[in-house]
Structures are given as C-alpha cells and as structure tokens.
C-alpha cells in the first residue's frame, strides 16, 4: 500500500453514511446512484451485525472506501453465502485499501462461519474483475446482457465466489 498517514480499517458507525454515500456516489454506475439514498445507507448501517458487517478504511476522519457483506438472497439453505460489495474513492484506487478491506471482510467472515463470498460485477468493469480474480475468487457463472447503462451497450452480470475453508 502506498504510504499514507493514519489509515484505520473499523467497523461503519452510524456518522460515517454520508461519507459512505459519497464513496458509493463516485464509484457506482449512474443508474444505480438514484436508488441509493442517505436514508439507504442509515438502512445498511441499522441492520450490519457481526455476520453482516460494514467495514470502513478512514483517513483521520474521511472514509476513503468501504466494505458491505450481505445476505445472499436471505434464504436459510444460504446462510454460509454473503454478497461482497467493495467501494474504493477513485483518488485513492490502486494503494491497497480494497485488498485491506477484503482481506479484513474474509478472516471476519470465516470466524462467524460463513463458507462462501460471492460478488456480481459487470462484465465491463476491467479493474474490478481482475482485482476480485487476484483476491482468488473465480468466475462461477453469468447472467448474459442484464446490466442496462444508459448510453452503453448492455453488459453481462458475473458472479465471483470465494470459498472460505474454516481456520
């Protein structure tokens, strides 16, 4: 990681939705921005418990990017699966932060006994693809011409998957 001052992987509290909004505003697709509101966020952050947790890297008192866990579909047969969602500020991408995060989310995820991570990325997002293949999760399937963008082609959804051998 590149050297920077001060950086601190925690838990999201509650006073870190705005910056957690505007991580998300600045990194997620266009169509997706309008459905996620300071009132969603207050939502995530109400309901992250220990199997479901929120992690945030802050610089002082910013956060610079954050970690989502969640249910996969929320069905009891899926309770060992949790949906990663990963958000890094452009201006910080590339130092490490990501790769701290989900390095905290898989050791945190394996002592609550979650077995498997899985991540639905676009099939035009380069970056994100290669940095969850790098993290040694694996292509498990796609949902062809899903992702409707506004003004771009329509993309496949891939899902990413991780499994998690206990310690």
Do not use: K
């Amino acid at each position: 990681m590149a050297e920077r001052g001060n950086l601190e992987v925690h838990l999201a509290e509650l006073e870190d939705a705005p910056q957690i909004l505007s991580v998300f505003q600045q990194t997620a697709p266009l169509s997706t921005q309008a459905d996620i509101t300071l009132v969603s966020v207050l939502d995530w952050l109400e309901q992250a418990d220990d199997q479901n947790p929120i992690f945030v890297v802050r610089e002082r008192s910013s956060v610079l990017a954050w970690l989502a866990v969640e249910p996969y579909y929320g069905l009891a047969a899926l309770a060992g699966v949790g949906e990663v969602a990963l958000y890094v500020s452009p201006n910080v991408q590339r130092m490490g932060l990501g790769r701290t995060l989900l390095n905290t989310a898989i050791n945190q995820q394996r002592r609550v006994g979650r077995t498997t991570l899985v991540a639905h990325i676009g099939s035009g997002n380069v970056a994100s693809r290669a940095f969850f293949e790098d993290s040694g999760f694996c292509q498990w399937g796609s949902l062809p011409q899903v992702l409707c963008e506004p003004n771009l082609p329509q993309q496949d959804l891939i899902i990413y998957g991780l499994s998690l051998p206990g310690e």
